[in-house]
């Protein structure tokens, strides 16, 4: 079974800093993968998503994040963050098989941005 | 707004109650997920329907039980309900999610049920 592993529990960061949350997965075969946030008190949202092609996407709110097969992972970026980026970020992976479309989560992330 | 709806936002109830929980899908989308987020597990997932028939089975506990509508909407009947059933619950729903769905299949989620069993 394919496993999402998020290395950051909690960052903190300054206004204007850059941000790269790391995101690794484990399966052998094709995946399709998600990075979703969730503000305080409300629903996951998507911020982008990767299927095939470039492997640098472009998402929402000036974040980007980069597909690196080799090294099974899904970095998320933002160059200069802002406090309203506070958040938690959860990368998520589906895999094409016969066994329906289920995202798997990684932990999560907690993201503080200071004022 | 993702056009998910879910009702109701807030339940609180007593152990070895009953509850269920509603969900309207995205205008046109056919499969319909359940999702739980709690702070031991993290975010779960539960079940999956499409086109009325359950296509996926994740960690669901048999005291759970779901069903989709032939107007697409779903139910997440808990029952028996213990101290460990507190948490969000979150549907998302995503055009296709068959067998053979496009690669580009997304899910949107809703703004989740926080059930609270004292």
């Known amino acids: 079974a394919q496993s999402v592993s998020q290395h950051n529990h909690h960052v903190i960061l300054s206004e204007a800093a850059s941000l790269e949350l790391g995101c690794n997965y484990s399966?052998?075969?094709?995946?399709?993968l998600f990075w979703y946030v969730q503000y305080p008190g409300q629903h996951l949202q998507l911020l982008l998503k990767?299927?095939?092609?470039?492997?640098l996407v472009k998402g929402i709110k000036g974040f980007e994040a980069e597909f690196i097969k080799s090294k099974f992972s899904f970095n998320l970026r933002k160059p200069s963050v802002q406090w309203s980026d506070t958040a938690e970020y959860f990368c998520?992976?589906?895999?094409?098989?016969?066994?329906?479309?289920?995202?798997?989560f990684g932990g999560g992330t907690r993201l503080m941005v200071k004022p | 707004d993702s056009g998910v709806t879910q009702t109701p936002k807030h339940l609180i109830t007593a152990t070895g109650q009953r509850v269920t929980l509603r969900c309207s899908p995205r205008?046109?989308?056919?499969?319909v997920y359940w999702y739980q987020q709690s702070l031991d597990q993290g975010l779960q997932f539960l079940i999956q329907?499409?086109?009325?028939?359950?296509?996926a089975k994740g960690n669901i506990l048999e005291r759970f039980s779901a069903q989709q509508f032939p107007d697409l909407h779903s139910e997440l009947n808990l029952s028996s309900l213990e101290l460990g059933d507190s948490a969000l619950y979150f549907c998302?729903?995503?055009?296709?999610?068959?067998?053979?769905?496009?690669?580009?299949?997304?899910?949107?989620f809703g703004p989740g049920t926080r059930l609270t069993v004292l």
């Open positions: 998302a729903s995503s055009p296709h999610g068959g067998g053979r769905a496009p690669r580009t299949d997304t899910q949107y």
């Open positions: 399966y052998g075969g094709t995946v399709n």
């Open positions: 990767y299927f095939s092609g470039d492997p």
């Open positions: 998520a992976v589906t895999i094409n098989n016969n066994a329906g479309n289920m995202l798997t």
């Open positions: 205008s046109g989308d056919l499969s």
């Open positions: 329907y499409y086109n009325g028939e359950e296509r």
